[in-house]
Nanobody, 124 residues
Framework: VQLQASGGGLVQAGESLRLSCVAT????????VGWFRQAPGKEREFVAA????????YYADSVKGRFTISRDNPRNSVDLQLNSLKPEDTAVYYC??????????????????WGRGTLVTVSS
């Protein structure tokens, strides 16, 4: 099983980025996918999640209205659109997959598979 996150980079505050996560080795539409982030010196935190069908999504309060999660099951991919970026969004962003049980989860421990992360840096 492999999850590969990409799309990170250096942007200025107010700009946008689009992250992508591609999964191999799993039956992708059996899994919910979450995005998490870890800023320097801080614990990894939940950002957003999407159900196996894409019909349900959930966001952390800190990103609600600015970030949008979506998925394309035929491509085994989940994207995270990051708009109106702020310096406090600077972090390594990780995608993770959870065998979907009907409820989107925020705890890290609920997710079975993790990607290696992509760095997002937002300058002020």
């Amino acid at each position: 099983v492999q999850l590969q996150a990409s799309g990170g980079g250096l942007v200025q505050a107010g700009e946008s980025l689009r992250l992508s996560c591609v999964a191999t080795g799993i039956t992708f539409d059996d899994y919910a996918v979450g995005w998490f982030r870890q800023a320097p010196g801080k614990e990894r935190e939940f950002v957003a999640a999407i159900s196996w069908s894409g019909g349900s999504t959930y966001y952390a309060d800190s990103v609600k209205g600015r970030f949008t999660i979506s998925r394309d099951n035929p491509r085994n991919s989940v994207d995270l659109q990051l708009n109106s970026l702020k310096p406090e969004d600077t972090a390594v962003y990780y995608c993770a997959a959870q065998l979907y049980a009907g409820v989107l989860s925020t705890p890290l421990a609920a997710y079975e598979y993790w990607g290696r992360g992509t760095l997002v840096t937002v300058s002020s």
